[in-house]
């Protein structure tokens, strides 16, 4: 596989971190950077292709943020109201036992 030279620009913790890394793989830092967004090529175009679609459809976005929330809430309701029975069944079981 032919590979191009990038430049890139990363924060001095970064720049450690990936050093350090690549020491440990054994490999030199390029390649080692290089393999490492490799291995996330599938996801860096999964998330291009949803950003690009939700740019040209903006209500679309909206909507789908108003499904995730509405399934959320769903859940932390069911969550609750199962917790609140548990509770009451826990009380129950105390006065009777009492």
Same mark, same amino acid.
């Given at each position: 596989m032919k590979?191009?030279?990038? *430049? $890139? +620009?990363? *924060? @001095? =913790?970064?720049? =450690? /971190? #990936? /050093?350090?890394?690549?020491?440990?793989? !054994?490999? @030199? %830092?390029?390649?080692?950077?290089?393999?490492? #967004?490799?291995? %996330? $090529?599938?996801s860096i =175009? +999964?998330?291009? !292709?949803?950003?690009?679609? #939700?740019? /040209?459809? @903006?209500? $679309?976005a909206v909507d789908r943020l108003k499904a995730i929330d509405a399934t959320i809430s769903a859940q932390v309701e069911q969550r609750n109201k199962g917790a609140a029975r548990t509770r009451e069944t826990a009380g129950m079981r105390t006065r009777a036992g009492a």
């Open positions: 590979r191009v030279q990038m *430049t $890139v +620009y990363v *924060t @001095p =913790e970064i720049a =450690e /971190r #990936l /050093r350090e890394s690549s020491q440990v793989a !054994g490999v @030199p %830092l390029g390649r080692h950077v290089g393999d490492m #967004l490799g291995s %996330l $090529v599938d =175009e +999964y998330v291009s !292709g949803k950003m690009a679609e #939700l740019r /040209r459809s @903006p209500g $679309v």
